[in-house]
Each structure stands twice: as C-alpha cells, then as structure tokens.
C-alpha cells in the first residue's frame, strides 16, 4: 500500500456537494471519492506528459537543465 498523507482545506461548497452526491451514488466515502478524482487527474498528467516527452524526443535524464534535449 502507498504511503499515505493527510490532505486539508477549503474548498467550495458546491464542489464538495457534488463529490458527495457522486461518492454517495458509488457506495464510496468522501475521502475515496477525492482520492479516486485525484488518482485519475494524476495519471492523465503522467499521461499527457510521457506523450510529450515521446513527440519531443525527450529524455529527461539526459536534460541538461535549460529546458533544451540534453544529449539529444
């Protein structure tokens, strides 16, 4: 199991209405809820960002820290 942290603040009151309403339909806590909704925004960044690299031919080990194709 991935470590976990604890995550705080506010947040407006018609967004938590709908992550309730959508958790309540899902037989999911709130908690799961977000995590589920993170989740899924975290791997479509990861996603979204192994594409680039891929178009670009980037490796960003070989970065060179200016932005340009380290070794490339």
Do not use: F
């Not at 993170?38 to 690299?53: P, Q």
């Amino acid at each position: 199991m991935a470590d976990t942290v604890e995550l705080r603040g506010p947040c407006d009151r018609e967004i938590v209405d709908v992550l309730d309403a959508h958790a309540n339909a899902r037989g999911l806590t709130r908690t799961q809820m977000v995590n589920a909704v993170l989740g899924e925004w975290a791997r479509d960044r990861i996603h979204e960002s192994t594409v680039v690299l891929r178009v670009l031919r980037i490796n960003p080990l070989l970065a060179d820290g200016t932005g340009t194709r380290g070794g490339a």
